[in-house]
Protein backbone atom coordinates (compact mmCIF):
# COMPACT_ATOMS: atom_id res chain seq x y z
CA UNK A 1 0.00 0.00 0.00
CA UNK A 2 1.72 3.46 -0.79
CA UNK A 3 2.36 5.92 2.05
CA UNK A 4 1.03 9.38 0.97
CA UNK A 5 1.78 12.26 3.88
CA UNK A 6 -0.26 15.33 3.37
CA UNK A 7 -0.48 18.67 4.82
CA UNK A 8 -3.53 20.36 4.57
CA UNK A 9 -5.13 24.35 5.69
CA UNK A 10 -7.58 26.56 5.61
CA UNK A 11 -8.13 30.17 5.74
CA UNK A 12 -11.30 32.66 6.03
CA UNK A 13 -11.36 36.35 5.41
CA UNK A 14 -13.68 37.06 7.93
CA UNK A 15 -15.14 34.13 9.80
CA UNK A 16 -17.74 33.87 8.08
CA UNK A 17 -16.33 35.27 4.96
CA UNK A 18 -14.62 34.38 1.74
CA UNK A 19 -12.36 31.28 2.65
CA UNK A 20 -9.63 28.74 0.77
CA UNK A 21 -8.29 25.73 1.35
CA UNK A 22 -4.89 23.99 0.23
CA UNK A 23 -3.72 20.36 0.58
CA UNK A 24 -0.37 19.02 -0.43
CA UNK A 25 0.29 15.16 -1.41
CA UNK A 26 3.22 13.92 -1.26
CA UNK A 27 4.32 10.22 -1.97
CA UNK A 28 8.07 9.68 -2.72
CA UNK A 29 9.59 12.50 -4.57
CA UNK A 30 6.37 13.37 -6.11
CA UNK A 31 4.27 16.08 -5.61
CA UNK A 32 0.35 17.28 -5.97
CA UNK A 33 -0.62 20.85 -4.78
CA UNK A 34 -4.67 21.16 -4.61
CA UNK A 35 -6.60 24.57 -3.70
CA UNK A 36 -10.43 25.38 -4.03
CA UNK A 37 -12.28 28.07 -2.69
CA UNK A 38 -15.98 29.21 -1.18
CA UNK A 39 -17.87 32.29 -0.29
CA UNK A 40 -18.98 32.85 2.32
CA UNK A 41 -18.00 30.57 4.41
CA UNK A 42 -16.30 29.70 7.94
CA UNK A 43 -12.22 28.44 8.26
CA UNK A 44 -13.36 25.33 9.93
CA UNK A 45 -15.17 24.48 7.02
CA UNK A 46 -11.99 24.90 4.70
CA UNK A 47 -10.09 23.44 7.02
CA UNK A 48 -12.38 20.25 6.96
CA UNK A 49 -12.78 20.78 3.27
CA UNK A 50 -8.91 20.60 2.54
CA UNK A 51 -8.82 17.06 4.07
CA UNK A 52 -11.97 15.61 2.26
CA UNK A 53 -10.94 16.54 -0.93
CA UNK A 54 -7.36 15.82 -0.50
CA UNK A 55 -8.70 11.90 0.01
CA UNK A 56 -11.13 12.47 -2.56
CA UNK A 57 -8.25 13.13 -5.12
CA UNK A 58 -6.36 9.78 -4.11
CA UNK A 59 -7.23 7.04 -7.07
CA UNK A 60 -6.47 3.96 -4.72
CA UNK A 61 -5.98 2.87 -1.24
CA UNK A 62 -3.30 4.34 0.53
CA UNK A 63 -1.75 4.83 4.07
CA UNK A 64 -1.97 8.48 4.67
CA UNK A 65 -0.64 10.64 7.31
CA UNK A 66 -2.31 14.09 7.42
CA UNK A 67 -0.36 17.36 8.88
CA UNK A 68 -2.83 19.63 10.29
CA UNK A 69 -2.61 22.57 12.47
CA UNK A 70 -6.55 22.56 12.88
CA UNK A 71 -7.61 21.36 16.74
CA UNK A 72 -10.83 20.69 15.36
CA UNK A 73 -10.28 18.22 12.57
CA UNK A 74 -7.41 16.92 14.67
CA UNK A 75 -9.32 16.39 17.73
CA UNK A 76 -11.76 14.94 16.45
CA UNK A 77 -10.28 11.77 15.65
CA UNK A 78 -7.20 11.76 17.69
CA UNK A 79 -9.63 12.58 20.80
CA UNK A 80 -11.83 10.45 19.86
CA UNK A 81 -15.06 13.23 19.02
CA UNK A 82 -15.72 11.94 16.34
CA UNK A 83 -16.97 8.57 17.84
CA UNK A 84 -19.20 10.27 20.29
CA UNK A 85 -20.75 12.41 18.04
CA UNK A 86 -22.18 9.13 15.97
CA UNK A 87 -22.91 7.36 19.20
CA UNK A 88 -25.23 10.84 20.12
CA UNK A 89 -26.86 11.21 16.49
CA UNK A 90 -24.64 13.76 15.54
CA UNK A 91 -24.96 15.94 18.28
CA UNK A 92 -21.94 17.30 20.56
CA UNK A 93 -21.53 16.21 24.36
CA UNK A 94 -23.65 18.82 24.97
CA UNK A 95 -26.37 18.10 22.99
CA UNK A 96 -26.22 20.17 19.99
CA UNK A 97 -25.71 19.80 16.59
CA UNK A 98 -22.59 19.09 15.10
CA UNK A 99 -21.52 22.01 13.12
CA UNK A 100 -20.33 21.19 9.67
CA UNK A 101 -21.85 17.61 9.77
CA UNK A 102 -22.27 17.18 5.69
CA UNK A 103 -18.54 17.70 5.50
CA UNK A 104 -17.89 15.40 8.43
CA UNK A 105 -20.06 12.95 6.66
CA UNK A 106 -18.12 13.47 3.32
CA UNK A 107 -14.69 12.82 5.62
CA UNK A 108 -16.01 9.58 6.80
CA UNK A 109 -17.19 8.02 3.48
CA UNK A 110 -13.39 9.50 1.84
CA UNK A 111 -11.41 7.73 5.04
CA UNK A 112 -13.47 4.13 4.00
CA UNK A 113 -11.02 4.24 1.18
CA UNK A 114 -7.57 4.63 3.21
CA UNK A 115 -6.06 4.60 6.18
CA UNK A 116 -5.69 7.74 7.86
CA UNK A 117 -3.65 8.85 10.78
CA UNK A 118 -3.63 12.36 11.64
CA UNK A 119 -1.11 14.67 12.81
CA UNK A 120 -1.52 17.97 14.75
CA UNK A 121 1.27 20.22 14.00
CA UNK A 122 1.56 23.93 15.44
CA UNK A 123 0.22 26.31 13.09
CA UNK A 124 2.21 29.57 11.90
CA UNK A 125 5.97 27.64 13.43
CA UNK A 126 9.00 26.19 12.19
CA UNK A 127 7.02 23.54 9.94
CA UNK A 128 8.11 24.70 6.56
CA UNK A 129 5.24 22.20 4.61
CA UNK A 130 2.60 23.79 7.01
CA UNK A 131 3.89 27.74 6.66
CA UNK A 132 3.88 26.94 2.69
CA UNK A 133 -0.41 24.90 2.37
CA UNK A 134 -1.17 28.22 5.06
CA UNK A 135 0.23 30.64 2.33
CA UNK A 136 -1.40 28.55 -0.59
CA UNK A 137 -5.01 28.15 1.29
CA UNK A 138 -4.28 31.95 1.72
CA UNK A 139 -4.21 32.47 -1.83
CA UNK A 140 -7.11 30.35 -3.10
CA UNK A 141 -9.42 32.52 -0.96
CA UNK A 142 -11.32 34.76 -3.81
CA UNK A 143 -12.79 37.73 -2.88
Known amino acids: ?12 SGNPGPGG ?12 VITGSENPTTNNRMELAAV ?11 KIFVHTDSAYVANAFNQGWIEG ?8 A ?23 E ?4 KG ?10 DRLAVDAIHY
Open 1 to 12: MKEVTIYTDGAC
Open 21 to 32: WAAILMHGSQER
Open 52 to 62: VESLRVLKEKC
Open 85 to 92: WLNNGWRT
Open 94 to 116: NKKPVKNKDLWVDLLSQMDRHEV
Open 118 to 121: FVKV
Open 124 to 133: HADDDLNNRV
